[in-house]
Structures are given as C-alpha cells and as structure tokens.
C-alpha cells in the first residue's frame, strides 16, 4: 500500500509518523509555510516531520491548479488530517481509497474548527471519526468513531493533542480493512449535521456581559491559536485560559476585581479568572506573573 499524506498543524504529526513506521509514504502534502522568524518561513509541523523523516514533500499554493506531482507519486490511499485546503474531486479520483481523520463525531461538526466549537458550545463529549473523503466538505461515508471526554479544564490546544492520539490509533485500526474492502462504511445522516465553520475574527473578542461559563468556554475554545482577545485601551490583549469563579456583587460586567495573583473580570453573573496573558510584544505570563509590575490593568477599571 502507497500512501499519499495530506496535512498541516501539529495534530497530524503522530499520525504521519506512525503511517510512516507501517507503510510506504510515496509524498507528504502540506500547506504552504506561512510563519515567519528572523527573516525566514518556517516549515509547517508536517512538512517538518516529514523532511524529518526523509520524505518528499510538497507544499502547493492552490492544491486545485497545482497537482501533478501528487498524480506522479501514484498513491493507492490518500490520507488527510487537518490538511487546511479543499481536495477536489479530480485529486480524490487519483486513489483507491480516501480516507480522513476528523476531529469529531460526525455528522455532528462539520468544518474547520470542530475541536473548538465544540468546547466553546458546552459539549460534555468529542470526538475523532475516520470518513471517506467525498466531494461535500466531511459528508463521507464512515469507517469508525471513537468518543473522548471534554473536561472544564480542556483547552483546545490539549483536546487537539488528545484527539491526534485518538485518530492515530484509530486510523491504524481500519486503514487496512478499508483497503482491504472489508468496511463498507455508514452513510451519515443529513438530518444530523452540525457545521463548524472556521472562527471569525469577531468571534475571537470576548464579551464580558455573557455568563461566567460562556466567557470560560470562549477562551478555552480559543486556546492557543488564535487565542481570545480583550480589548483595553486600544489595545488587543490576548488571553489563553479562564475559570469561573463565583461572585455576587453588583459590579459591571468587565469590572476588574481583583489583581491580587489573579485577573479577575465580572461578568453578567459570576466573574472569571483569567490565566495566560500575552501584551503585544511581550511573552506570555501566567496570572500571578502578569499582575506583578503591570500597569495595564487597574483594579475596578472596566474592559
């Protein structure tokens, strides 16, 4: 079996990796390098895997006009996780078998930022589903589910870890019964599906005149990229991490109460504590670290 291997952030990392203890990985595609330190792009962390690893990799600026070297590897399975582009049909036809590692329980979350909607929506539960990529964004048939809790203190940075385990392990145990035709696969129901789009830059400002729990579970859902941003003083303050504590005073939403080893903000109900801040041009600082010496926030002050 030759693979062909489509994906981008650090969450297909594991996967790519165990693929390549396994099978014959014939390319590597990821998205073109986009971040940019001391002059130079970096590699994305699977282009940096895979050269890592010795394998080729290419990194097309528009998968949908620039593909012959994916024809040219004549790969019998194509598989993709978080890859970042849509795969037209013309690149799908090219295999055997497609398959994707989504990171939800589909049809439930279908889009680019499942992971973070879900956290931010509340959900008690995520998931990875291994689908048969189709010409409908995440509407393949479906060759297996697996389930994973989403606890108050999970970001989406930690469910993206959690959940590449998840999908690593799961793909390797259909990967050859899907070959193999020996998975049909389940056909998903269209009265079921959810959509999770990518996040807007408006989505990422937070409101403190929401509950405590919906402030928390934005910030969570935000964390670490892009990240939630307060606006203060014309200033874009990003924030990583959030607890809800309960408090009962008549404050306005956004007074700050607290700077005392914490951030503390009101918000419609209770108050949360903020955890991780990062000021333009600064690193980032835990709460305790943040208050000592700063003079950006002052208590009872509103945001």
Do not use: W
């Amino acid at each position: 079996m030759k693979i062909v291997f489509m994906g981008t952030p650090d969450f297909a990392v594991p996967i790519l990796e165990a693929l390549h203890q396994k099978y014959e990985i014939v390319l590597v595609v990821s998205q073109p390098n986009k971040v940019k330190k001391k002059g130079q792009y970096l590699d994305t962390p699977v282009a940096a895997c895979a050269k890592r690893l010795g394998l080729e990799v290419f990194q097309p600026e528009k998968l949908s006009q620039d593909f012959e070297k994916i024809r040219e590897a004549e790969g019998d399975v194509l598989v993709t996780a978080a890859y970042g582009q849509y795969v037209p049909s013309k690149v799908l036809n090219l295999f055997a078998k497609t398959l994707n590692v989504h990171g939800s329980l589909l049809p439930k979350y279908r889009g680019g930022a499942p992971i973070q909607r879900a956290i931010i929506n509340g959900d008690k539960e995520t998931g990875i589903t291994i689908i048969e990529m189709a010409k409908k964004l995440d509407a393949g048939k479906m060759y297996a589910k697996k389930s994973c809790p989403i606890t108050e203190e999970d970001t989406s940075s930690r469910m993206f870890e959690k959940l590449s385990i998840i999908g690593r392990d799961l793909l390797l145990e259909v990967i050859d019964k899907v070959y193999a035709d020996e998975l049909g696969g389940e056909v998903q129901n269209e009265e079921e599906v959810c959509l999770a789009p990518n996040l807007t830059k408006e989505e990422e400002i937070v409101d403190f005149h929401k509950p405590a729990f919906l402030v928390a579970r934005q910030i969570r859902g935000l964390s670490l990229e892009p990240g939630a941003t307060i606006l203060h003083d014309n200033m874009m303050i990003k924030v990583f991490d959030a607890k809800v504590v309960a408090d009962t005073s008549s404050a306005v939403p956004g007074t700050i109460l607290s700077l005392k080893k914490q951030v503390l903000i009101k918000t419609l109900d209770d108050a949360v504590s903020l955890d991780l801040i990062v000021v333009p041009g600064k690193k980032m600082l835990n709460a305790k670290d943040f208050v000592n010496g700063q003079k950006i926030f002052k208590e009872f002050d509103v945001i």
